[in-house]
T-cell receptor
Framework: AQSVTQLGSHVSVSEGALVLLRCNYS??????LFWYVQYPNQGLQLLLK??????LVKGINGFEAEFKKSETSFHLTKPSAHMSDAAEYFC??????????????FGQGTILTVHP | DGGITQSPKYLFRKEGQNVTLSCEQN?????MYWYRQDPGQGLRLIYY???????QKGDIAEGYSVSREKKESFPLTVTSAQKNPTAFYLC???????????????FGPGTRLTVL
């Protein structure tokens, strides 16, 4: 079974500051990892995903994440926050194959607030 | 434009009533999913279907029912047996392949259900 833990349910940054949202996973086999963003009262939109290959993944809106197997982490970063980045962010994991095929397990979400 | 539609956006229900949430996709995806979202709990999987006329229970299926008579449609019924149905419900779809690269799930805009 797989699980995801997002450290910090709320993160607050100033506009222009570094954004760091933390995600750790637990999995008995190599995982596939995703970050989604959700704006209020809307569905989820994919920011980026890691499946195989390069461990540093670049996504939309200037976000990137690095898969670190030794630390079982997949933290999301953005060098300079913008007001429009204020939203809730979800980390998710899925396994390749078996009965978990295709099913996503989500973290509890991190609400990002950006101050002027 | 291809996408997922959910209707209605807001739904109010009296206790003891069944209610059906609609989900339609024109992405030609085989797999469809229903999630429930509560504040601070992330997304929890209710039911999923990988092929027409077949579906499986997710982590919190009690009090819910689904059908998959057509590839593009996956309605969710919230029955009176669901003890705490007030929540935000999200529908998603994805292709079904044995390689996870394209197993990204696409989400609808959601339906907010309130039980009065």
């Amino acid at each position: 079974a797989q699980s995801v833990t997002q450290l910090g349910s709320h993160v607050s940054v100033s506009e222009g500051a570094l954004v760091l949202l933390r995600c750790n996973y637990s999995s008995s086999v190599p995982p596939y990892l995703f970050w989604y963003v959700q704006y209020p009262n809307q569905g989820l939109q994919l920011l980026l995903k890691y499946t195989t290959g390069a461990t540093l993944v670049k996504g939309i809106n200037g976000f990137e994440a690095e898969f670190k197997k030794s630390e079982t982490s997949f933290h999301l970063t953005k060098p300079s926050a913008h007001m429009s980045d204020a939203a809730e962010y979800f980390c998710a994991v899925t396994l390749f194959g078996g009965t978990s095929y295709g099913k996503l397990t989500f973290g509890q979400g991190t609400i990002l607030t950006v101050h002027p | 434009d291809g996408g997922i539609t959910q209707s209605p956006k807001y739904l109010f229900r009296k206790e003891g009533q069944n209610v059906t949430l609609s989900c339609e996709q024109n992405l030609n995806h085989d797999a469809m999913y229903w999630y429930r979202q509560d504040p601070g709990q992330g997304l929890r999987l209710i039911y999923y279907s990988q092929i027409v006329n077949d579906f499986q229970k997710g982590d919190i299926a009690e009090g819910y029912s689904v059908s998959r008579e057509k590839k593009e449609s996956f309605p969710l019924t919230v029955t009176s047996a669901q003890k705490n149905p007030t929540a935000f419900y999200l529908c998603a779809s994805s292709i079904v392949r044995r390689e996870p690269v394209d197993n990204e799930q696409f989400f609808g805009p959601g339906t907010r259900l309130t039980v009065l």
